[in-house]
């Protein structure tokens, strides 16, 4: 642990700018890249792409929201549903100053593509609001919070869109939205919304699923490979809810997390890091780099030696212009669109394997679903069988992709879009809304 030290000048996060790398590449047009070459792997006609290359809904709002000095600001919300033709739409809202539309787009498909791997009864949504959270009190986050649900309401409810926690959103933020929706209802409806705090509903074990949906998918892989995770070198980019959690869970495990990263920086010691003093330093932000000296950039981080690196935090930071540079051996996959279609492809060529986000990731959205099951029976499950069914789930998922991956000779990221495919498309051909050939 040498490499990294407490700065004597600590500038607090708040004082700091707090957007990083962009997405070089516009996520929505990445998923139709890699759609199309599933569609076609499965030999599906032109119209299931036509179909499922938007989604069916999507909805643009704009929130006005009294401010703390009395003005009122107008923020832009986002609303996206893929497709329902397995269920009702589920996906977490997203509060970020990058948000955009195409990004919405992009992730309410991905979650399609994840409720089809996992098998849940739900077609896939993603909800987004641009705002810096950071800067903003509670006070109003709570009302820009309210607001969103009285927007989206006729859209959403828990037999149509079932929204969740994602980059910037927690419990507290699910609890005021299941408030506003119940008040606008009048009835107490638990099931509109997942990632809720435990009293009013959730579920043991959602705010950990994630992070422990990717441990599992990290241990197949080691299994796979005959690499023990034990000593392994990872280095994990951010450090909130799925970053944070991960990194301690493998240290646990005596992997040696040799690097962290949050909005403003990484810290990285090829010894390994102290996972969790640097933990208990950190703000409700997933943010702790702040305090050190010696920090490096993300991009810098993402091109340290390790033997995998999990990018835990935005989209589209690994592409074209850096994946030559990468000195892992293996990708996993946590955050949402990480790596470009054409970084994958590159990756592949030098053997590096990637685990797919919507295999790796999909802990979160499984949890939710227990979460949401629970709700409808009234009935609440212990911690233990919430982890034993997930890791059910996970296991059998990865083999499902792995299996489909050797039959066409495919990279695991295009396995996983042909297994998500193939549920969405077969229940909206049975449904009669497209012709599959
Ligand atoms: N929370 C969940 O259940 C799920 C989250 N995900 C994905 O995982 C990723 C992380 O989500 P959460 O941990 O929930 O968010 P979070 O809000 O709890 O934490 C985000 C972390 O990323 C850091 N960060 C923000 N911008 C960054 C940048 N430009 N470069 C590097 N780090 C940056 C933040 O400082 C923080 O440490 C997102 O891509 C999200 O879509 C996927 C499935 C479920
Ligand atoms: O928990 C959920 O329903 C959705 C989580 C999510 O937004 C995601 O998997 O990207």
Known sequence: MRCYKLSTNVQTAEAKKTTGQHPKDNPQEEFKLILKEAVDILGYSEEVYDFLKEPMRFLEVNIPVKMDNGQTQVFKGYRAQHNDANGPTKGGIRFHPDVTADEVKALAGWMSLKCGITGLPYGGAKGGIICEPRSMSMNELERLSRGYVRAVSQLVGPTKDIPAPDMYTNSQIMAWMLDEYDHIREFDSPGFITGKPLVLGGSEGRETATSKGVLYTLQMVSELKGMPLEGMKVIVQGFGNVGGYLAYYLHELGVKVVGISDALGAIYDPEGLNIPDLLSRRDSYGIVTAQFENVITNEALIEQECDVLIPAAVGGVITTENADR??????????????TRDAIQMLDERGVLVVPD??????????SYFEWCQNNQGYYWTKEL??????????ASFLNVQNTAEQFGINMKTAAYVEGIRKIAEASGLRGWINLN
């Open 386 to 395: 919430v982890e034993e069914r997930l890791k059910e789930k996970i296991h």
């Open 358 to 367: 919507i295999l790796a990731n999909s802990g979160g959205v499984i949890v």
């Open 326 to 339: 990468l000195k892992c051996k293996f990708v996993v996959e946590a955050a949402n669109g990480p790596t």
